[in-house]
């Protein structure tokens, strides 16, 4: 029997899904079938992030330097996205989950952003759920495109740049309209950000695993949310403080 979801589950959790490659060359696979595994762990992942009760889901999919991967993986993975977006269009509407993306998509192949909009679009009125996707994502690109758009607003007069404050400045990241994550979770024993949100990770609870990404199941998940509901988050203050509430 599974065991019961915590209490109180964090509202985003952000993963990054590493360790296809590795789980294909234990078995003697292309590095292409470890990546097909890992869609199938996308499938059991999205749904028991509802199950437990997470809002946001974010997944590191396709980062801005996975370009210098080979060719024939880049189009694989390529492929597999357009797979993954045809084959949940529908599941996505059932269960009512709104998918969005951050990243430089317009430098994606032409039928994957059409794959991508159709699927944005169809369920862009959900509110409950959210499934975001990282592709052609990079933490120091979406930093160097907010300050560019800042930068804009402020020649037109709609940003003072006397009063910039993360609040105002961080409305230009591609994150604008999500929460910060609460969990970040990585598999395949790697312990760092890859250039992954890192801002946005500011106060994120980190969870790493040596699971590899297609052998990940809900238990895992299970499993890092109990973690993280074992946490202390102090935001800078006092356990004191936390226990009795601010003065
Ligand atoms: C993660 O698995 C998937 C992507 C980066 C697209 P990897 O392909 O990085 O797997 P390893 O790290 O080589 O095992
Ligand atoms: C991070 O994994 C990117 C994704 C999971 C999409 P990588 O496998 O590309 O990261 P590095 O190169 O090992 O840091
Ligand atoms: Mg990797």
Do not use: C
């Not at 969005?100 to 994606?108: D, Y």
């Not at 679009?121 to 300050?147: R, S």
Request: zero cysteines; charged letters at 25%.
């Amino acid at each position: 029997m599974s065991p019961p979801p915590p209490a109180q589950p964090p509202l985003h959790v952000a993963i990054i899904m590493d360790g296809n490659g590795r789980w294909a060359k234990a078995r003697g696979l292309p590095r292409l079938e470890g990546h097909r595994r890992g869609v199938e762990t996308v499938r059991t992942v999205v749904d028991a992030a509802r199950e437990l009760g997470i809002r946001y889901l974010t997944l590191y999919a396709f980062s801005a330097e996975n370009w210098k991967r080979p060719g024939e993986e880049v189009s694989g993975l390529m492929g597999l996205l357009d797979f993954f977006l045809k084959r949940e269009l529908n599941n996505l509407i059932k269960e009512k989950v709104r998918l969005h993306t951050i990243g430089r998509t317009e430098a994606l192949p032409p039928n994957v952003q059409r794959e991508l909009e159709r699927v944005k679009e169809a369920t862009k009125h959900f509110t409950e759920w959210n499934l975001v996707l990282a592709l052609n994502y990079g933490a120091q690109t979406e930093a160097a495109d907010a300050a560019r758009a800042y930068a804009v607003a402020v020649q037109a007069g709609r940003e003072n740049s006397d009063e910039a404050t993360w609040e105002k400045f961080s409305r230009y990241f591609y994150t604008a309209d999500l929460p910060d994550p609460d969990l970040l979770i990585r598999t395949s024993g790697e312990m760092r950000l890859s250039n992954f949100l890192m801002l946005q990770l500011a106060y994120a609870e980190m969870v790493f695993t040596p699971t590899l990404w297609p052998d990940f199941g809900r238990a895992d998940l299970v499993a890092a949310v109990g973690e993280f509901g074992r946490r202390e988050r102090r935001f800078g203050a006092t356990t004191e403080q936390i226990k009795t509430g601010p003065r």
